[in-house]
């Protein structure tokens, strides 16, 4: 087996093949809604997991060492949860989020 010396030239770019001055496309306002929704579908699941987790667990105050699955069942909960309640209008996170991410409009000078 033989294993090629390394060479003392420069090191290469790990962009050398690609133009990095191209401009990246701008995304369509449909595509920054879909992203600002399923962040909002995050945040929603990271709001509701502590509250379901006792639930799936035991209950509240009971037996939390039972082993019935209530990771997995409360997990599948969760998500369900937080992706009707992004569906049916989400808590106006995303909103918020879909104006940041788009592009500032330009704005008309008053004479």
């Known amino acids: 087996m033989s ?9 290469r770019s790990v962009f050398s093949g690609a133009d990095v001055s191209a401009p990246k496309p701008k995304p369509t306002p449909a595509e920054v809604a ?10 929603v699941r990271q709001l ?10 035991g209950g509240l105050g009971g037996d939390s060492g039972s082993g019935g699955g209530g990771g997995v069942y409360g997990y599948m909960l969760t998500d369900v949860l937080a992706s009707s309640i992004t569906q049916g209008g989400g808590i ?10 788009s592009p500032a409009t330009p704005v008309a000078k008053t004479p």
């Open 34 to 43: 879909k992203a600002a929704q399923q962040f909002e579908a995050i945040m």
């Open 92 to 101: 106006g996170l995303s909103d918020v989020i879909s104006r940041q991410l």
């Open 3 to 11: 294993i090629d010396p390394i060479s003392a030239s420069a090191p």
């Open 48 to 57: 509701l997991a502590p509250s379901i987790e006792p639930m799936m667990s």
